[in-house]
């Protein structure tokens, strides 16, 4: 079965520094989304990107966060400034093509901020 | 409040019994996912429902949009079954994000 690919599996940074994160979707999905989990708690959704474009973002997406798709298969979420609240698991996911399909995860970034 | 509420927060079965999760949801959605969040973390999409009910292998879902509930059933649990299960729903006032509940721990004893 096709998979969504995330790197790296872990992260470690300084408070303070820059950091992005990478996914692969599956090649002929159409939306894309990056999900967080702090530990203990439940996901929650950051940003959905359809058609080159961000489509929707969280209160969590503020100025430090970015996405991109550069080259077409690749899907990046920079973050510019790093903080302690950052530690979490990011997840990237995929989705064919509408709100009625299943969505498909990554296995996640364990990023943890120092 | 949450909008996504599950119940039980923990279960533990023993092998073989037949298992219910419930979630509950205070707004309009336009579909429900069932997850299965394994202790490593990564997180696999059971199913999507817009109404009626689902089966694959041992695993049901049902929903039923006028009440906002939907249930997950395992059926001839087996300890391989053993992890987070999370409700998650697309609200329809918000586009394709999902807004997640806190999940059910399930613990399947051989």
């Known amino acids: 079965e096709p998979e969504v690919t995330q790197t790296p599996s872990h992260q470690v940074t300084q408070m303070g520094q820059e950091v992005i994160l990478r996914c692969v979707p599956i090649?002929?999905?159409?939306?894309f989304y990056w999900y967080r989990q702090i530990l203990g708690q439940k996901v929650e959704f950051l940003v959905s990107f359809y058609n080159n474009e961000i489509s929707e973002k969280s209160e969590i997406f503020d100025d430090q966060f970015s996405v991109e798709r550069p080259d077409g298969s690749n899907f990046t979420l920079k973050i510019r400034s790093t903080k302690l609240e950052d530690s979490a698991m990011y997840f990237c996911?995929?989705?064919?093509?509408?709100?009625?399909?299943?969505?498909?995860f990554g296995s996640g970034t364990q990023l943890s901020v120092l | 409040k949450n909008e996504v509420e599950q119940s039980p927060q923990n279960l533990t079965a023993q092998e073989g019994e037949f298992i219910t999760i419930n979630c509950s949801y205070s707004v309009g959605i336009s579909a429900l996912h069932w997850l299965q969040q394994h202790p490593g973390g990564g997180i696999v999409s059971l199913f999507m429902?817009?109404?009626g009910k689902k089966k694959h292998g041992r695993l049901i879902a049902t929903i039923n949009i006028q009440e906002k509930h939907s249930s997950l059933h395992i059926t001839a649990s087996h300890p391989r079954d053993s992890a987070v299960y999370i409700c998650?729903?697309?609200?329809?006032?918000?586009?394709?994000?999902?807004?997640f509940g806190e999940g059910t721990q399930l613990t399947v004893n051989p």
């Open positions: 998650a729903v697309n609200p329809e006032t918000s586009g394709s994000r999902l807004t």
């Open positions: 429902l817009s109404s």
């Open positions: 090649s002929n999905h159409l939306y």
């Open positions: 996911a995929s989705q064919p093509g509408t709100v009625y399909e299943k969505l498909f």
